[in-house]
């Protein structure tokens, strides 16, 4: 026999009613938790897109204009850090020991300075402290006790490339 509308129990009525209303709020809950999660997933996901997928090779010019002698070359590249792109530029020193490429860096080891190509000395100089830095790179004076950094470099299409990350 079924149960008419004037013979409910207010008890099952005020518990179904509950029921429903804390379903509702679980699930915009979830609903609201799901749309805030995505933008912070973003954020913190973001260190692993910081260089773009991996290596980048930036062209320093033809392989055949770069010789025994040591020369600056400036070159800029877009660099991605997270979803921010700009371009960088950077100094470094070219020269050829045997078959091989030499690319070094211009940023003195001991506090970051620029250093400076003397051509004419052939040795790199730091201003900041008086640092020196022989042709390969290796200390020759001052307080800096690493070498200048030696950057990956390959020939590509006859192209000399160096390697960003």
């Known amino acids: 026999m079924a149960e008419s509308a004037d013979h409910l129990d207010p008890e099952e009525v005020a518990d179904e009613t509950r029921r429903a209303f804390v379903v509702g709020v679980a699930v915009g809950a979830t609903v609201v938790g799901a749309v ?3 933008p912070i997933i973003r954020l913190l996901s973001s260190p692993l897109e910081r260089s773009g997928g991996g290596e980048q090779w930036v062209s320093l010019g033809p392989a055949d204009q770069f010789g025994d002698e040591r020369r600056e070359v400036i070159y800029s590249f877009p660099h ?3 979803w ?3 371009n ?3 100094r470094v020193v070219v020269g050829k020991d045997g078959a ?3 690319v070094l860096s211009t940023v003195c080891t001991h506090l970051g300075c620029g250093v400076n190509w003397l ?3 052939k040795k790199f100089f730091c201003p900041c402290h008086n640092g020196e830095f022989n042709a390969d790179g290796s ?3 001052g307080p800096p006790r690493k070498p200048l950094v030696r950057l990956e470099a390959r020939v590509r299409n006859g192209q000399l490339e ?3 990350s």
């Open 36 to 38: 805030a999660a995505v």
């Open 80 to 82: 991605k850090d997270g």
């Open 84 to 86: 921010y792109t700009a």
């Open 88 to 90: 960088q530029t950077k």
């Open 100 to 102: 091989d490429y030499v």
């Open 119 to 121: 051509a004419a000395e």
């Open 139 to 141: 200390v020759k004076a």
């Open 162 to 164: 160096v390697k960003e």
